[in-house]
């Protein structure tokens, strides 16, 4: 993908967090009448559509609210990866000249303590769920644990990244959790699965989100207020990772990572290198995922985090903010919008319109990065 | 009450190891992760391994499909042991202190159950059991 040739014209949100009454599908249509504002634009302006939750109904029945206009819809099921995924599908109409305006959207609302993985779905025997490994949050602790011991880092660092995004939410009015919390609180909840504790998680939400991408011609056009989609790029897993529900990690050795080499794809594509980033959105399902995917996506040297953290550098304000409006610790985890949650971030970032959590010095170039089950992974970069 | 008169076979967990590439598989495959390999044959692995990383359920699982022991939840180590067939099996981890990392972290464990999940044991809780 050579660099330029799309932009996002349009960014736009829902509500994040509990909202009794209001359907899953009611949260998409907000979000994409919100970008298409940001854009200047309304629906029956858009030529092709892609878009997914995953448990909050199918993306293409929306046309029933949106209007007719008879345009093709896709729907998109790819876990975490969904949003990233209908970007990437958005991206290529453009690419391939088959569209000049293209939506995606992705959107969820989890009840209560959600996520109820059966074995079979998996692959796995059912004794792994009368067992009690169906446990997501299992997974992300013992990756952590052993993360922390290979590289001697402190546990502390968990409590520090969670309450940054606790403290970075409470900036962001759209956040779900706007109550700071300290490091002592975060440190001092409930263990879910050691080292983590019930506040380093975040919680199955509810939200939409929707990005408006177009050619740069139609960009020119309209005097949006354009940021440029430099690269995207989905991978799935290679051999030797380590993922959630898995009976046995193949392979010897440290375990490889698909954010790695998503991450990689796209700075190659982008042509820039992780040093020129001002601002990221990293995955950061617990707050450890946060602190391996620093070094995962090429940010720093594994076991360096914690220099970076001691420093400030992801801080709003330091040398690469990460999160900056509170991650999904603080917005919630609606698994379809968490990818465009991100990209609706960073354009924010990029425009300098994101008001009390801003970060200063005009930030020109941004990443996002995505990462799920059963190892899926998404990044772009975008310039401003 | 009937009295065990036999000694009872050693659990063994059945893998596979891929015949183009020697990758071997947990539980046994069809088809290998590595090289896409087809042929496989049966692999009766290793008993003994070393704790690769382990962590400690403290909530009761949701039910179903989490089935509590008789006497009710009680907090238990998972994790993955590192076998010396080259490959690391998930395993609940039995120990006399789920809380001491000394027992647990990098710790020899033998397999102790393969139903309905491996199970394997630190030699301190081996030895209280005798
Ligand atoms: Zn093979």
């Known amino acids: 993908m050579s660099g330029g040739d799309v932009s996002i014209i349009g960014a736009g949100l829902s509500r994040f967090g509990r909202q009794p009454g209001v359907s899953g599908r009611e949260m998409a249509v907000q979000a994409i009448h919100a970008a298409l504002a940001d854009a200047g634009l309304t629906w029956p302006d858009v030529q092709v559509a892609f878009g997914g939750s995953d448990g909050a109904g199918l993306a293409d029945t929306l046309v029933a609210e949106l209007g007719l206009t008879g345009i093709p819809f896709t729907n998109v099921k790819n876990g975490c990866a969904t949003g990233g995924s209908a970007l990437v599908a958005a991206v290529n ?4 000249g088959a569209a000049e305006i293209a939506l995606a959207v992705g959107f969820d609302k989890h009840p209560r303590g959600a996520f109820d993985p059966r074995p079979e779905d998996w692959g796995l025997p059912v004794g792994y769920g009368e067992a009690g490994l169906m446990v997501t949050t299992q997974f992300f602790a013992v990756k952590i644990a052993r993360y922390l011991r290979e590289h001697d880092l402190p546990a502390s660092l968990l409590a520090t990244i969670a309450a940054k995004a606790y403290r970075n939410g409470a900036l962001n009015p759209n956040a779900w959790r706007r109550e700071p919390m300290t490091e002592e609180q975060v440190a001092g909840a409930a263990m879910v699965n050691d080292p983590l504790t019930q506040y380093m998680f975040c919680s199955p939400g509810e939200g939409g989100a929707a990005v408006v991408v177009a050619t740069p011609a139609v960009a020119k056009r309209l005097g949006a207020r354009a940021v440029k989609l430099l690269a995207v790029a989905p991978r799935t897993r290679a051999f030797g990772t380590f993922e959630v529900f898995s009976p046995a990690i193949q392979g010897e050795g440290t375990p490889t990572s698909v954010s790695t080499v998503a991450a990689r794809a796209a700075f190659e594509m982008a042509g820039v290198a992780p040093a020129d980033i001002d601002v990221a959105q990293l995955q950061d399902t617990e707050s450890g995922a946060e602190l391996m995917h620093l070094a995962e996506t090429g940010f720093c040297a594994h076991g360096e985090q914690e220099k970076w953290i001691a420093e400030g550098a992801t801080e709003i304000g330091g040398r690469l903010p990460v999160n900056t409006d509170g991650g999904c610790i603080a917005n919630g985890e609606p698994i379809g919008a968490s990818g465009l949650r991100q990209v609706h971030e960073i354009v924010t970032q990029l425009r300098g319109e994101a008001g009390a959590r801003q970060v ?24 401003a | 009450m009937t009295v065990e008169t036999t000694v009872p076979e050693a659990p063994v967990l059945r893998g596979s190891r891929c015949a ?36 400690v359920q403290r909530f009761a699982p949701k039910s179903p499909p989490y089935v509590p022991p008789a006497g009710g939840f009680a907090p238990f180590a998972v994790g993955y042991v590192e076998l010396p067939d080259g490959v690391r099996v998930e395993a609940v981890l039995d120990a006399i202190d789920i809380d001491d990392p000394a027992e647990l972290t990098g710790a020899v464990v033998t397999l102790v159950a393969t139903e309905p999940v491996p199970r394997f044991a630190t030699r301190q809780h081996q030895e209280a059991g005798r």
């Open chain 1, 93 to 96: 109409a453009i690419r391939s």
């Open chain 2, 20 to 55: 183009d590439c020697g990758n071997v598989a947990f539980p046994e495959a069809a088809g290998c992760q590595r090289c896409g390999g087809t042929a496989l044959s049966p692999l009766d692995l290793a008993r003994r391994g070393t704790v690769w990383a382990h962590t």
């Open chain 1, 360 to 383: 200063p010095g005009n930030p020109r170039l941004g990443f996002t990065h995505v990462y799920g089950a059963p190892g899926i992974s998404a990044c772009a970069v975008l310039e």
